[in-house]
């Protein structure tokens, strides 16, 4: 099988933009993963931010909260899939989704 000279060219753009979008995919849901600082000595990590939307109940599986030492006062929400979300304790959604889940402070 002969490919011409500008085929090649033209499947490797392809596969990149494919792979742009992809990568453009994840970065939506960036957001909505822990940013974090450590503290020394701390028992968890500092959130730097919140997330910028709400998350589904279901998709969580427990929270917790910052450690006292934390600038930022968070809940850090950890989904069935066991990534950790950084969200605002004062928010409706959370305080609802804690109700409705276990923490792991206790």
């Known amino acids: 099988m002969k490919i011409s000279g500008t085929a090649l060219p033209l499947f490797l753009l392809l596969l990149l933009l494919v792979a742009s979008f992809a990568l453009i995919s994840n970065a ?4 909505t993963k822990i940013q974090v600082e450590a503290v020394p000595g701390g028992r968890e990590k500092c959130c730097l931010s919140y997330t910028s939307k709400p ?3 279901h998709r969580l599986k427990s929270y917790f909260y910052v450690d006292g030492r934390c600038s930022l006062s968070a809940i850090i929400f950890v989904t069935r899939k066991d990534i950790k979300i950084c969200a605002n304790p004062w928010e409706p959604w ?4 804690q109700r ?4 792991l402070d206790s």
């Open 100 to 103: 409705k889940l276990p923490s």
């Open 94 to 97: 959370v305080q609802e989704c």
């Open 55 to 57: 998350v589904p109940c």
């Open 28 to 31: 939506a849901d960036e957001d």
